[in-house]
């Protein structure tokens, strides 16, 4: 399979990124930005409140709002969050999801997280959230935690046939997050990715290092989701 791939500057004219980002309060320590969910649609249609995919990826990565304005959440009423989205900038991953969105003609993806934890560098973000279950002994930073099911239940809402693809990476780091996602998961239909081979619950990442590596994951994903 060969495609084009298609350059950030023409996707940012395509499509829009809306994200929800919210500090996370917990009592007796430094609030924590997060971001809950983010929304990538197509500009020359109405969005559909439907999503035609769901992409589950690591943590929120660089992404951040064009105005600055994040809700405050207290730890023990996340799970009475709304979701209020705002104009996002995206980072170099989400448009690896955009060129999928355009060789499928997908007006509509969702993506959540492993994490909500904001932070850009994965080896920083790995002893983040690590650190700070065990100094605050909650998951609720994660949309996968189960006093949040009733979010992950509205935010892996997608069409009838629409996957679900796991794109958080293979990191050994992630093993807890990863084995709560695959649990939380477990009644969903349509649940793919690039697995790794060998590597149970691990699917490789959008955005790999080398440029060939990530044209390569688009046309493989590609291939995935048309088999």
């Not at 995919?53 to 992404?63: H, I, L, R, T, Y």
């Not at 990191?171 to 793919?192: F, H, P, Y």
Request: hydrophobic share 35%.
């Amino acid at each position: 399979m060969t495609i084009l791939f298609i350059p950030a500057s023409e996707l940012k004219q395509q499509y829009a990124v809306l994200g929800h980002f919210y500090s996370l309060h917990f009592p007796g320590s430094e609030p924590v930005e997060c971001r809950s969910v983010l929304e990538i649609t197509a500009r020359d249609s109405e969005r559909d409140p439907v999503a035609d995919a769901v992409f589950v990826m690591m943590n929120p990565g660089s992404s951040r709002p064009v105005k600055k304005r994040c809700q405050f959440v207290h730890a023990g009423c996340i799970s009475e969050m709304q979701t209020e989205l705002v104009s996002t900038v995206p980072d170099t991953t989400q448009y690896q999801l955009m060129r999928v969105m355009h060789y499928k003609c997908w007006q509509h993806v969702r993506v959540i997280n492993l994490s909500d934890l904001r932070d850009p560098q994965s080896g920083s973000f790995a002893q983040r959230y690590a650190q700070l279950e065990v100094e605050t002994g909650s998951t609720v930073h994660s949309m996968f935690s189960a006093k949040r099911s009733a979010q992950l239940s509205c935010h892996l809402s997608r069409k009838l046939d629409g996957p679900i693809v796991c794109a958080w990476g293979v990191s050994n780091d992630l093993n807890l997050l990863i084995d709560r996602a695959t649990k939380a998961m477990g009644s969903e239909q349509g649940v793919t990715g690039l697995a790794k081979p060998g590597q149970e619950g691990k699917y490789f990442h959008p955005l790999p290092l080398l440029q060939h590596q990530k044209e390569q994951w688009v046309v493989q994903m590609l291939e995935r989701l048309n088999a």
